[in-house]
C-alpha cells in the first residue's frame, strides 16, 4: 500500500506535536553520574590551561583527541588517533595521514587547516618563539582568565612551549597531510603529538566564540561525548556525539558531579545517585566491597606524588636544608601505612616505560634521619618555622600523608607548620609564604622530557611560577630537548636527576600514585591504569 501525501504529512505533524521527552525515549541508551572531588581546577575545560589529574578523568578519551593516541585500556600503548600513520621525513619534521571523514561536536569536517590552526599561534603560541630552549617564560599559575578576555592567557602559551618548545610551525601538504617542522632536531616529536595539550580542534568555532574564555568552556572537539553544560565548582554533563567517527558512544549522557568529600561520594553510590564514585581511598576498598553489589577498580597509574620546594623562601635557599627534608622521609611507612601496600615507591622521577632511558640503579633519597640533622645543623638551621602550603585531600590521601611528613620533619628538627588553602590558585601565588607544597607529576610519554624537563626544567610549572632555577639543569634540559645521541641523552638525565633530587632539590617523590574507582559491580566496564576514564565502545555493559 502506497500512503497518501496527506497522511505522511498527517504523521509528521503528530511526530511533531510529541511531547519531548517521548522523542528523547526512543535512545534506549543508559545515562550515569559520576562523583569526582573535583572537576577543573582553572574552571576552564581548555587542556591547554587545565593541565591536571582531574582534567585527565574527563577530557581525555571522552571529549579531546590527538592525532597520535593512546590506548587507556592496553598498557596505554600509541596507536592511530585522528591520523592514521606517521612517518619521520627528518630528525626535524614528522608527516602524518590525517583520517577520513572525523566530525566536530558541531558536524564540521576535521580539515587539515583545522589541524594547523590547533598548532597555531592564534590558539597556542601567542607571540613566543621556536627557540624557547633554556629561556623560561614567567606565568602567575594563580591567574584565571576574565570572561571578556579575548587575547590568549599566559598559561596558554607557557603550557605550550612547555610541550612544544621547538615547534616552527605546521604545513598542509594536502587536504589529508600535515607535516610538523621543528626548528631543531627532536626524538621525541611522535611522543609530544601524544601527550596532553596536543589535541585538535575546531577552527571555526574557536574563531567564532565571543572570546578565548567562552571557548574554553564549551570547547568543540571531536571526541565520543561532547558538552552541554559546565558549572564549574558543581557539575558537568556530556551527552553523546553519535557521528564520532569511533562508533557510536555506548552513553546518552554522562554527568559529573563535584563532590569533595568521601563519605559523600561513597554514600551516593550506595543510594544511586551516582553509578561511580572516584579517589577512593585504600582504607574504604574492603568497607565497600563488603556489599557484594559494589566493586572497587585501579592502581598504580604512570604519576608519581612529590613534595616540591620553593628554593627562594629564606629557610629554603641553603640546598642542605632541603636536603634534610628529603631524608626525614619514611617513604615506605607511608605506603604501607596509608596506602595499605597498593602502591610503590619508584627509583625517582622515572618511569618503568621509558625503556633503555630509565635509570636503573637510580633510588629516591634513603631515610636517614641522622643525616638530616647533621645537614641542619651545618646550614645553621635553626627551628624558623617553615610553611606547608596544603589541600585538602586534592589527592587521596593528601591530608594525613602530609600530618605524617610534618612528624617526621619536626622529629629531624624541621618546623613545618601546614597552611591549609582552598585551591591551587592559592597554592601557587607568588609570596614570602610559599616555601613547601605538593604536587603529583605524570609521564604522558615514554621519555624524561615528558616529565622532569617538562615540569621542573626552564619552562616546567616550578620555574615558570618562580619556585625553582638551576643553571646547569636547564642546559642540560635543552641537551635533552634536541639530542640525538641515546647514551649523551641518558647521561644528560642522570645528571639531572643528580641535581633535582640530590644536590639542590626542586622536589622529592614520595611515592607512584594510585587511583580508586567504587562502581556498581553489575555494570561491565574497566578502569584504565590513569586517571582518564573510557566510556567508548567496548568498554562498556550493564
Given at each position: 500500500?502506497?500512503?497518501?501525501?496527506?497522511?505522511?504529512?498527517?504523521?509528521?505533524?503528530?511526530?511533531?506535536?510529541?511531547?519531548?521527552?517521548?522523542?528523547?525515549?526512543?535512545?534506549?541508551?543508559?545515562?550515569?553520574?559520576?562523583?569526582?572531588?573535583?572537576?577543573?581546577?582553572?574552571?576552564?575545560?581548555?587542556?591547554?590551561?587545565?593541565?591536571?589529574?582531574?582534567?585527565?578523568?574527563?577530557f581525555f578519551s571522552s571529549l579531546w583527541e590527538p592525532l597520535i593516541g593512546r590506548d587507556w585500556l592496553n598498557e596505554l600503548k600509541t596507536v592511530p588517533a585522528l591520523a592514521t600513520s606517521w612517518r619521520r621525513i627528518s630528525d626535524n619534521v614528522v608527516e602524518l595521514t590525517l583520517r577520513d571523514g572525523v566530525r566536530f561536536h558541531n558536524g564540521d569536517i576535521m580539515t587539515a587547516e583545522d589541524v594547523a590552526f590547533s598548532f597555531g599561534r592564534e590558539r597556542m603560541f601567542g607571540d613566543t618563539q621556536p627557540t624557547a630552549q633554556g629561556r623560561t617564560?614567567?606565568?602567575?599559575?594563580?591567574?584565571?582568565?576574565?570572561?571578556?578576555?579575548?587575547?590568549?592567557?599566559?598559561?596558554?602559551?607557557?603550557?605550550?612551549?612547555?610541550?612544544?618548545?621547538?615547534?616552527?610551525?605546521?604545513?598542509?601538504?594536502?587536504?589529508?597531510?600535515?607535516?610538523?617542522?621543528?626548528?631543531?632536531?627532536?626524538?621525541?616529536?611522535?611522543?609530544?603529538?601524544?601527550?596532553?595539550?596536543?589535541?585538535v580542534i575546531s577552527r571555526r568555532a574557536y574563531q567564532e566564540a565571543a572570546g578565548w574564555f567562552e571557548w574554553a568552556r564549551k570547547p568543540v572537539l571531536t571526541g565520543p561525548y561532547k558538552v552541554v553544560e559546565f558549572r564549574p565548582d558543581h557539575s558537568l554533563t556530556l551527552v553523546a556525539h553519535d557521528e564520532y567517527w569511533g562508533g557510536r558512544p555506548p552513553l546518552r549522557q554522562i554527568r559529573f558531579l563535584e563532590v569533595p568529600e568521601v563519605a559523600a561520594r561513597i554514600n551516593m553510590l550506595r543510594t544511586g545517585e551516582v553509578q561511580f564514585a572516584c579517589d577512593i581511598p585504600p582504607d574504604q576498598i574492603d568497607g565497600i566491597e563488603r556489599d557484594r553489589a559494589y566493586e572497587v577498580q585501579g592502581g598504580t597509574i604512570l604519576n608519581h606524588r612529590l613534595t616540591c620546594f620553593d628554593k627562594n623562601h629564606p629557610q629554603l635557599r641553603d640546598a642542605r636544608v632541603r636536603r634534610a627534608f628529603t631524608h626525614a622521609i619514611d617513604?615506605?611507612?607511608?605506603?604501607?601505612?596509608?596506602?595499605?601496600?597498593?602502591?610503590?615507591?619508584?627509583?625517582?622521577?622515572?618511569?618503568?616505560?621509558?625503556?633503555?632511558?630509565?635509570?636503573?640503579?637510580?633510588?629516591?633519597?634513603?631515610?636517614?634521619?641522622?643525616?638530616?640533622?647533621?645537614?641542619?645543623?651545618?646550614?645553621?638551621?635553626?627551628?624558623?618555622?617553615?610553611?606547608?602550603?596544603?589541600?585538602?585531600?586534592?589527592?587521596?590521601?593528601?591530608?594525613?600523608?602530609?600530618?605524617?611528613?610534618?612528624?617526621?620533619?619536626?622529629?629531624?628538627?624541621?618546623?613545618?607548620?601546614?597552611?591549609?588553602?582552598e585551591n591551587w590558585s592559592q597554592i601557587l601565588e607568588r609570596g614570602d609564604t610559599r616555601a613547601v607544597r605538593d604536587w603529583s607529576n605524570s609521564a604522558p610519554f615514554n621519555d624524561p622530557v615528558s616529565s622532569l624537563v617538562a615540569q621542573h626544567g626552564p619552562n616546567g610549572q616550578q620555574q615558570q611560577v618562580g619556585e625553582y632555577s638551576n643553571d646547569e639543569l636547564n642546559r642540560l634540559s635543552v641537551e635533552l630537548e634536541t639530542g640525538t645521541d641515546r647514551a649523551r641523552r641518558k647521561?644528560?638525565?642522570?645528571?639531572?636527576?643528580?641535581?633535582?633530587?640530590?644536590?639542590?632539590?626542586?622536589?622529592?617523590?614520595?611515592?607512584?600514585?594510585?587511583?580508586?574507582?567504587?562502581?556498581?559491580?553489575?555494570?561491565r566496564w574497566r578502569a584504565a591504569p590513569a586517571f582518564a576514564m573510557d566510556f567508548r565502545q567496548g568498554n562498556w555493559g550493564g
Open positions: 500500500m502506497i500512503a497518501s501525501r496527506r497522511n505522511l504529512l498527517l504523521g509528521a505533524a503528530a511526530a511533531a506535536s510529541l511531547p519531548r521527552f517521548a522523542i528523547a525515549q526512543a535512545d534506549q541508551r543508559p545515562s550515569i553520574s559520576i562523583a569526582v572531588q573535583k572537576i577543573s581546577n582553572s574552571n576552564t575545560l581548555e587542556v591547554l590551561r587545565e593541565q591536571s589529574n582531574v582534567g585527565e578523568r574527563i617564560i614567567s606565568i602567575r599559575g594563580d591567574i584565571i582568565p576574565s570572561p571578556a578576555q579575548r587575547e590568549l592567557p599566559a598559561e596558554v602559551t607557557g603550557v605550550a612551549r612547555r610541550s612544544w618548545p621547538a615547534l616552527e610551525r605546521v604545513e598542509v601538504v594536502d587536504a589529508r597531510t600535515v607535516r610538523f617542522h621543528n626548528a631543531t632536531p627532536d626524538v621525541t616529536l611522535e611522543g609530544r603529538l601524544s601527550r596532553f595539550g596536543s589535541e617513604r615506605k611507612a607511608i605506603v604501607d601505612s596509608l596506602w595499605g601496600g597498593r602502591t610503590v615507591v619508584p627509583r625517582g622521577l622515572q618511569f618503568d616505560y621509558y625503556g633503555e632511558m630509565l635509570v636503573s640503579d637510580w633510588e629516591v633519597p634513603r631515610y636517614d634521619p641522622a643525616e638530616a640533622r647533621r645537614l641542619l645543623r651545618e646550614a645553621g638551621y635553626r627551628g624558623a618555622p617553615i610553611p606547608y602550603r596544603l589541600l585538602n585531600n586534592y589527592y587521596t590521601n593528601q591530608t594525613p600523608t602530609a600530618q605524617v611528613l610534618v612528624e617526621m620533619w619536626r622529629q629531624v628538627g624541621l618546623n613545618v607548620s601546614i597552611d591549609m588553602k647521561a644528560a638525565f642522570r645528571r639531572m636527576l643528580e641535581i633535582a633530587e640530590r644536590e639542590d632539590p626542586a622536589y622529592t617523590v614520595l611515592h607512584q600514585n594510585a587511583t580508586f574507582t567504587a562502581k556498581r559491580r553489575d555494570i
